[in-house]
């Protein structure tokens, strides 16, 4: 997904995320279901030249 920000624009990622079912049941309102382990896997940040009051700086 393409953002913007201060006129600069960049691509939104978003981490993956795996989802085991577990045997573990539980009840949410009255309704049973099956709970689930979730995994995200950590996501690699480009890092940027930027310049902040005539000041360059790496982020």
Known sequence: ??????????????????????RETATFLGKPYHRKQYTVSPRHQPSNEMTYRGVRYHS
């Open 1 to 22: 997904m393409k953002l913007a920000f201060l006129g600069q624009s960049y691509e939104a990622s978003t981490p993956a995320v795996d989802a085991v079912e577990t």
